[in-house]
């Protein structure tokens, strides 16, 4: 069996746990429900929700406020020690045996990803040479490199473990100044000069130095929103913003890498700028807000008993194709993982 983490913040629990409950359809797999700062009554939510079906288990990180994700993953990942470690995100839903594409034990592959956001087309999700970060949604190198993502992964432990206690931050987001300056030379000789990493990036980038493969499966029954969940976490301190123009405060640092972040947060402030002009961001952003708003909407109709908004076209084939599957799948499986959700919920409340 493969547990498969799934890390709810605050504002996300009500909305998206149809979503995990759908993922029992995979062969092989127990779910482990995270609670990442939820107030009390989402708490009981997901509480509730693991009383669904035996192979679904609560645990909560205890913290008062949702902590960044890769730190969430690195208490995780410390905390329970399975063979294999996975994650996948709250708003993924399955609309059949996912783990079905997944070979047994994935031999050869030190990690295996699936689930890009179903509002990006397939240019968006690769990492271009101009860019200065490796986000969310890049999943391939311009040279054909698979680079994982943080969406859906199932990391071989083993090989996995040596990367992550050597990265400054384990799972969570990087600055390049964070890095080792071995870590830094041996990126900038494969042509990876970015200045931000996002979650799990670095371990990936550093599985690929040390020989292993990583792989990204097209899984059918599996689709992603992507975002979802966004608008309702408080971003770090240290954010994009705060690392390109904190300049007053980068230069007075003791830090012996001061010059080495203001001359990254300049390159990246500017890259930024640009990237806000360039047609194919633009598209994308709209793409990303019109069909995460409508899939909200179809939520909240199915939610309230009510017939769900006809979807959206945004003109481009593949995104089209991809929201009308996921749209498909959460007008099948969410009224069934809602119905189970408020069962188990009544239940628990009875037993008080």
Not at 86 to 105: E, F, H
Not at 293 to 317: F, K, Q, Y
């Amino acid at each position: 069996m493969i547990t498969l983490n799934v890390i709810y913040t605050p504002g996300t629990p009500g909305r998206l746990l149809p979503f995990t409950l759908s993922l029992l359809q995979g062969s092989g797999v127990r779910i482990r429900i995270v609670e990442n700062g939820c107030p009390p009554e989402e708490s009981r939510l997901l509480r509730a929700a693991a009383e669904v079906d035996d192979r679904i288990t609560y645990y909560s990180l205890g913290v008062p406020g949702p902590v960044e994700h890769g730190l969430a993953l690195n208490h995780l990942f410390e905390r329970f020690t399975e063979p294999c470690f996975g994650m996948v995100d709250s708003d993924m839903i399955a609309s059949g045996d996912y783990m079905s594409g997944i070979p047994s034990l994935f031999p050869g592959k030190a990690a295996v990803f699936s689930g890009s956001p179903v509002w990006a087309a397939d240019n968006d999700m690769v990492v271009r040479k101009s860019c200065t970060w490796i986000g969310a949604r890049h999943r391939i190198l311009t040279d054909g490199t698979s680079v994982g993502n943080s969406y859906f992964a199932i990391y071989d432990r083993a090989l996995l473990e040596p990367a992550w206690r050597a990265a400054p931050r384990g799972f969570g987001t990087h600055d390049r100044y964070q890095l080792s300056r071995s870590v830094q030379k041996a990126f900038a000789e494969r042509g990876w000069r970015y200045v931000m990493f996002d979650t799990a990036r670095v371990l990936n980038l550093q599985l690929i130095l040390d020989g292993h493969a990583l792989e990204h499966l097209i899984l059918p029954t599996l689709h992603h929103v992507g975002g979802f969940s966004a608008e309702n976490f408080a971003r770090r301190k240290d954010d994009l913003a705060a690392l390109a123009g904190a300049t007053f405060r980068i230069l007075r640092s003791d830090d012996g890498r001061r010059v080495q972040r203001f001359v990254d947060g300049a390159r990246h402030r500017l890259f930024l700028t640009r990237s806000r002009r360039d047609p194919r961001h633009v598209r994308m952003n709209a793409h990303r807000r019109l069909v995460i708003s409508h899939i909200r909407e179809v939520v909240d109709a199915i939610r309230s008993g009510e017939t769900p908004p006809e979807t959206p076209i945004t003109g481009l084939p593949d995104v089209d194709s991809h929201v009308a599957a996921l749209v498909g799948a959460i007008e099948d499986r969410y009224p069934i993982g809602l119905a189970a959700s408020a069962r188990t919920s009544a239940q628990v409340s009875s037993q008080r």
